[in-house]
């Protein structure tokens, strides 16, 4: 059975990364009560559950158990980053970070979204200004090709997805290409066409994503979702015109609270959507959060606010039937990136995900839960054993 954790053998050792069975599991999630589990919910609509989770976060048994539960996707939210895998420039790659968590995850029997191939982030103190801006073409090419493809090469039939290209798009670039990222200067807008046929060629079977957020209503800095919209719709008709193996848009949908039931404009993402799914792409929720600006300090407020804004966006995504997978972004407010990058201005601490602090399910559990049992059905993207 998937979820039969007195069968979890592997065990954190003091080393941590001296093999694959270096994640644990414990028996069950503290204060979890009987439930469906998400995955199963999803599964029965035909749509694939899953969550972005880390080594260092399952390190902890109890949060490692309710993600077992309630997840059958594992996206790999720091462990295939490059401060994991090459954290200085003329390192050799470590993937004893990424070996970790893709055995966690077959051990579990779930399916694996790997992130991210190419990216302008996630690079670590040991990258300094001159050697991400620095570089020749050839050296480029060989940092971040022959990265992606020594990747995509060691956990070939093993990492179902890929976020192949992450954050490339903006309405202020060239022909909706970013150009302030370290590979433009060297590359040109040819780096994404080609690191999609490098991750194809090293996995045929892969499903080769490009993932992009700043979609569903203004943000936090007063950008509108259109221009970004029509952004990303550019990028992906270039790179098809071009051939690239591009299968599926990552949607990463971190909702902004701040008035989001008058911001959000579901006649106009509706329609997008169905742009997208026009191209032939899927379409996958890939980092699904609430960041609760806007919404009153006060728990139970927020909490409400934050299961409204839940409930409003998947309704409107998942009406969608090529919407084929759903990631939050973490399930546990015990580990969220909203805590230490977007600090609420009043102190409170920040309230984005299904469970709290203490491992509870939360109004917004329920609102996520209701919204995938409600989805139309669709054609199951991935097997995922019962």
């Not at 940092?143 to 093993?158: D, M, N, P, W």
């Not at 202020?172 to 060297?186: H, Q, S």
């Not at 046929?197 to 800095?221: Q, R």
């Not at 990028?235 to 690239?244: E, M, N, P, R, T």
């Amino acid at each position: 059975m998937r979820h039969d954790f007195s069968r979890r053998s592997l065990l954190l050792g003091a080393a941590g990364l001296a093999g694959a069975g270096a994640l644990g599991v414990s028996a069950t999630p503290a204060g979890a009560a009987p439930r469906t589990p998400l995955w199963k919910t999803a599964k029965q609509r035909g749509i694939v559950f899953g969550s972005s989770t880390a080594t260092w976060q399952l390190s902890d048994p109890d949060y490692a158990a309710l993600f077992s539960r309630e997840a059958a996707l594992l996206f790999t939210e720091d462990d295939l980053l490059w401060y994991r895998l090459k954290p200085t420039p003329d390192a050799d790659l470590d993937f004893s970070y990424a070996d970790q968590i893709i055995a966690f995850a077959e051990a579990q029997n779930m399916r694996v979204f790997g992130a991210h191939l190419v990216w302008d982030e996630g690079f670590g103190d040991g990258w300094t200004e001159d050697d991400l801006w620095g570089m020749s073409e050839q050296r480029a090419r060989t940092v971040l090709f022959g990265t992606a493809r020594a990747v995509v090469r060691r956990y070939r039939g093993r990492v179902d997805a890929w976020s192949v290209a992450n954050e490339v798009t903006s309405p202020e670039g060239e022909r909706g290409y970013r150009t302030d990222v370290p590979w433009w200067e060297p590359l040109g807008p040819s780096y994404v066409e080609e690191a999609f046929h490098v991750a194809h060629d090293a996995d045929p079977h892969a499903l080769l994503v490009i993932n992009e957020f700043g979609f569903e209503t203004v943000n936090e800095w007063g950008d509108e979702p259109g221009p970004r919209r029509r952004a990303t719709l550019q990028v992906i008709d270039k790179l098809l015109d071009q051939g690239a193996p591009v299968h599926a848009l990552g949607v990463q949908a971190h909702l902004l609270a701040d008035q989001f039931r008058d911001r959000f404009d579901a006649g106009a993402y509706t329609r997008w959507l169905g742009e997208v799914a026009d191209r032939g792409l899927q379409i996958l929720i890939t980092e699904l959060d609430v960041q609760d600006d806007g919404l009153p300090a006060d728990v139970a407020a927020r909490d409400a606010g934050v299961r409204d804004v839940y409930r409003r966006y998947l309704d409107v995504a998942l009406s969608c039937r090529d919407v084929r997978a759903v990631m939050a972004f973490g399930l546990s407010d015990r580990y969220t990136w909203l805590e230490e990058d977007y600090p609420r201005d009043d102190g409170a601490a920040r309230r984005p995900l299904a469970y709290d602090d203490d491992l509870a399910p939360k109004p917004a559990y329920a609102a996520i839960a209701n919204q995938l049992g409600g989805a139309p059905h669709r054609p199951l993207l991935w097997s995922i054993p019962e």
